[in-house]
């Protein structure tokens, strides 16, 4: 039994580049910003990945991809080293493929 997490729309735009608008590279900025220096602003990135659907946390998830040379779920698995707090972010920022 397979539970789907992500909307079906999802999966048929792994086909062709979606449409991101400016909220998802605004999105992909903030979490760069939560993450880059020194510590890490946990508050941000559960506020940001908690409150975003499962399609807007997809959309996110490939344009972080497009952007940057590493995955957000490495990236996010950086931060928190395995945390129980970073496992939950790290499952908001998993690729469709993985997250189902």
Sequence with gaps: MTINTYPDIAREEQLTA???GPEIDEACAKIKKAC???GTDED???KLLGSKTPYE????NRRWGELRSKTLRK???EEFRDNDLGIL???LAQP???AE
């Design 96 to 98: 469709l493929e993985e």
């Design 75 to 77: 990236r996010i698995g």
């Design 57 to 60: 946390r997809y959309l996110i």
């Design 89 to 91: 972010i790290q499952f």
């Design 18 to 20: 979606p449409d991101y």
């Design 44 to 46: 941000t990135l559960i």
């Design 36 to 38: 880059d220096g020194f």
